[in-house]
T-cell receptor, first 116, second 112 residues
Framework: EAGVVQSPRYKIIEKKQPVAFWCNPISGHNTLYWYRQNLGQGPELLIR????????DSQLPKDRFSAERLKGVDSTLKIQPAELGDSAVYLC??????????????FGPGTRLTVL | KQEVTQIPAALSVPEGENLVLNCSFTDSAIYNLQWFRQDPGKGLTSLLL?????REQTSGRLNASLDKSSGRSTLYIAASQPGDSATYLC???????????FGTGTRLKVLA
């Protein structure tokens, strides 16, 4: 079974440029998460989707970040314009049902973003 | 606000040693606690999930315990191997939310 797929794996851009990340969750997983992981830190949740609905986006910087999950499967996370402080690894995860205490999240390999 | 702390931040041990990684959290109202492994340049791999009603979980050479009242969890690795070298992260899901709060991790290096 394929795991969570993310692309690109690495991205280097100049500040003020736009950038987009793509995630394909494990087949059948209803819940999708985007996390940001700064160097030497644990991941922090940006947004959580239940199917197509964003049920928790309280940590998403909405002035420059946007996300969508059309048809409740793939998801894209966009930053426009990027700032130096956005350099981090962006992780996507999915789970069967995010509302269960027994639910395990499965993580993709992440996209390492460098903003110059 | 839930905070998760992991000690030590880094650990280097010779192969074959048994070792303990520590995780503490400030609010005992959690749904579960999970231990993850992260290899360089890769995502996180779930190791063990302990529900709030449980006290420990075991998988192979790994044993994780949970003392919710004191806000502590330990990950015990028996007979460590060089392949165990990675960063180990613990995370809790606070009650009322369904999002993980992660610690900063322990970077483990097992020397051959």
């Amino acid at each position: 079974e394929a795991g969570v797929v993310q692309s690109p794996r690495y991205k280097i851009i100049e500040k003020k440029q736009p950038v987009a990340f793509w995630c394909n969750p494990i087949s059948g997983h209803n819940t999708l998460y985007w996390y940001r992981q700064n160097l030497g830190q644990g991941p922090e949740l940006l947004i959580r989707y239940e199917n197509e609905e964003a049920v928790d986006d309280s940590q998403l910087p909405k002035d420059r970040f946007s996300a969508e999950r059309l048809k409740g499967v793939d998801s894209t996370l966009k930053i426009q314009p990027a700032e130096l402080g956005d350099s981090a690894v962006y992780l996507c995860a999915s789970s069967l049902d995010g509302g269960l205490s027994t639910d395990t999240q499965y993580f993709g390999p992440g996209t390492r973003l460098t903003v110059l | 606000k839930q905070e998760v702390t992991q000690i030590p931040a880094a650990l280097s041990v010779p192969e074959g040693e048994n070792l303990v990684l520590n995780c503490s959290f400030t609010d005992s109202a959690i749904y579960n606690l999970q231990w993850f492994r992260q290899d360089p340049g890769k995502g996180l791999t779930s190791l063990l999930l302990i529900q709030s009603s449980q006290r420990e979980q075991t998988s192979g050479r790994l044993n994780a315990s949970l003392d919710k009242s004191s806000g502590r969890s330990t990950l015990y690795i028996a007979a460590s191997q060089p392949g165990d070298s990675a960063t180990y992260l613990c995370a809790v899901i606070p009650m009322g939310t369904y999002k993980y709060i992660f610690g900063t991790g322990t970077r483990l290096k097992v020397l051959a």
